[in-house]
């Protein structure tokens, strides 16, 4: 593996684009150099003071408003911004031979998620996607302990990524809601990404689905607290019944008006020889119940986070004291650096997405056409006239 400095431009100093930031002073610390230390080379955002406040307190070496002359300077790119500017800074940066790590959803549409990854292919670089709770710990535990075959084929999952940041129906309009900005897809895009991902897994691909949506609060004000109102483009809440590659069943569901639901992310799988249960907002620990204890004591039993676990111990020796959504950044950069090193992609991939994203349009046409939908992860199944309205 090659050894140096892999220098990152970091594109949006945003919400996310901060974690990111916070994750690129992190990663050397906790993981050490590794093949590759990570440097925070240019900080872009679109606001001049926010570029130049963030960089400066993320300690990055420049600041910038110009994301095109950025990125020539360094080996890899982190697009974080909202999903209308990805194709077009990810085209840019891959067309020129950089590696690039992606926030999801990838793009607007599955066609503009397909175009993104057709460009990975023909450059050769590195590739990874912003699926920040795929690579939990716990998460990451379940997963192996479903492919080890402990616990015998998988029989039913139960996933949810539901919250409540849009549950008050006069919250006002915002680009997630405007399907020319965010894409077809709501809850999906923004949250259902993150559960199908763990789903498809622990349970393989998906075969078919019957989808079912709803837009619960259809228009909003345009602006808190005045009279005007302006049309909901997308989704507030889905849900789809799935069979999966594995020959397991189950329901997938996605809410952006889940009152009281900060950061509920969790699924349950039930194999043959047990079932494993994680409840994000308890993210730090897993549950498991495999079966033929005594009756008297049979029952879940909790595992709380260790040193035994995907990468935990790298920041910290003692059991049980937690991680959070920044050391999520931390582990998600560090195996991106990592796969750089490598020479591969850190998955799941821009391929993935690309079928992630053609689930989340299935789910949509099949509630609009009230059909289950075979092989959804094959072929986009966007109305013409929908995928029009993004070009």
Known sequence: MPSGTLRFAL????????????????????????????????????????????????????????????????????????????????????????????????????????????????????????????RAPMVRHAIDLVASGELGRPVSFRGRHVEDYLADGDAPFGWRLDAALAGPCGALGDLGWHIIAIARALCGPVRSLNGLVSTVYGSRP?????????????????????????????????????HGRRMDIGFELTCTGGTLAFDGERGNELQLYRPGERPGEAGFRRILINGGHPDYAAFLPAPAHGLG???????????????????????????????????????????????????????????????????
């Open 222 to 258: 345009e602006k808190t607290g005045e009279p005007s109102r302006r049309a909901v483009e997308n989704e507030d809440w889905a849900a789809a019944t799935v069979t999966f590659a594995s020959g397991a069943t189950g329901t997938i569901e996605a809410s952006r008006i889940a």
């Open 11 to 134: 594109i949006g100093a945003g919400f996310i684009g901060r974690i990111h930031g916070l994750a690129l002073g992190a990663v050397n610390r906790v993981f050490g150099g590794g093949a590759l230390a990570a440097e925070a080379t240019v900080l872009v955002d679109a606001d001049p003071a926010l570029a130049e406040c963030q960089g400066r307190r993320l300690g990055f070496k420049h600041w910038s408003t110009d994301w095109d002359t950025a990125i020539d300077g360094v080996d890899a790119v982190i697009v974080a911004v909202p999903s209308f500017l990805h194709q077009q800074i990810a085209l840019a940066a891959l067309a020129r031979g950089k590696h690039v790590l992606c926030e999801k959803p990838v793009g607007r549409t599955s066609a503009e998620a397909d175009a993104i990854a057709a460009s990975a292919r023909v450059a050769g670089v590195s590739t990874a996607v912003g699926f920040t709770y795929i």
């Open 325 to 391: 959504f920044n050391d999520l950044k931390t582990i998600e950069l560090h195996g991106f650096r990592e796969a750089v090193a490598a020479g591969r992609n850190l998955g799941p991939d821009l391929e993935d997405s690309c079928r992630i994203a053609r689930i989340c349009e299935a789910i949509i046409a099949s509630s609009e056409t009230g059909r289950r939908i075979d092989e959804p992860e094959h072929a986009p199944v966007i109305s013409e006239a929908r995928e029009g309205a993004f070009a």
